[in-house]
Structures are given as structure tokens and as C-alpha cells.
């Protein structure tokens, strides 16, 4: 079984910056790539920013150009670098990795348990 816990999450002004992180612990054989997902209340979920084991990068339309998703394969961990954040950003922000599971060797997608992120003056 694969566990996600997110921190950094928090209250920052227009313009600020803020960087979340999303390490995997448990049991898998590799994660095959990370999203960075944000939901604000009575809103869809949206995929805000993604990475595949090979590097390769998405990101939504309203973030490109302030937003960098990153990943450090030694930690199994993924970062989302945040800066120049506006009031629409604010959401509950969820990690998610696509792993092998050890036992089965399937893949499985992993959710973590949500950061919040407010951006407000």
C-alpha cells in the first residue's frame, strides 16, 4: 500500500510564494508519474500540474509560467514550486502518484489527504 503526505499548504498574500511537497512511503515498485490536483469548495477537481518518470511536464493553462512541478526520485517525493499566486488559486490542494503496487504489480493511483492553500490580502 502506497501513503502520500502533503505539507506546506497555508495562507499567503497576492504575489506570494508557497512550495508543497508529497512523499510516498509503503510499499511499491516505482511511481510512474505525480499530479498535483486542486479543488476549491463547490468546484470540479483539477489537475493543476503533472510529471511522468521520464520528466515530462503538464500543467493547466491557468498556471503555466507560475507554477513548477518537480520530483526527487531518491525521496519519492514531489514538489509543487508556487509563486506569483492569486486569490483563484485558493484550494484544497491533493498530491497523487500512479505507482506498481509490490505485491500485485499493477498500477494504482494513491491520493493524499490534502493541503490547503489560501491566497488572500
Known amino acids: 500500500q502506497v501513503q502520500l503526505v502533503e505539507s506546506g499548504g497555508g495562507l499567503v498574500q497576492p504575489g506570494g510564494s508557497l512550495r508543497l511537497s508529497c512523499a510516498a512511503s509503503?510499499?511499491?515498485?516505482?511511481?510512474?508519474?505525480w499530479g498535483w490536483y486542486r479543488q476549491a469548495p463547490g468546484k470540479q477537481r483539477e489537475l493543476a500540474a503533472a510529471?511522468?518518470?521520464?520528466?515530462?511536464?503538464n500543467y493547466a493553462d491557468s498556471v503555466k509560467g507560475r507554477f513548477t512541478i518537480s520530483r526527487d526520485s531518491a525521496k519519492n517525493t514531489v514538489y509543487l514550486q508556487m509563486n506569483s499566486l492569486k486569490p483563484e488559486d485558493t484550494a484544497v490542494y491533493y498530491c497523487?502518484?500512479?505507482?506498481?503496487?509490490?505485491?500485485?504489480?499493477?498500477?494504482?493511483?494513491?491520493w493524499g489527504q490534502g493541503t490547503q492553500v489560501t491566497v488572500s490580502s
Open positions: 509503503g510499499s511499491f515498485f516505482s511511481i510512474k508519474a
Open positions: 510529471i511522468t518518470s521520464g520528466g515530462t511536464t
Open positions: 497523487n502518484a500512479e505507482s506498481i503496487n509490490m505485491l500485485s504489480m499493477v498500477r494504482v493511483s494513491t
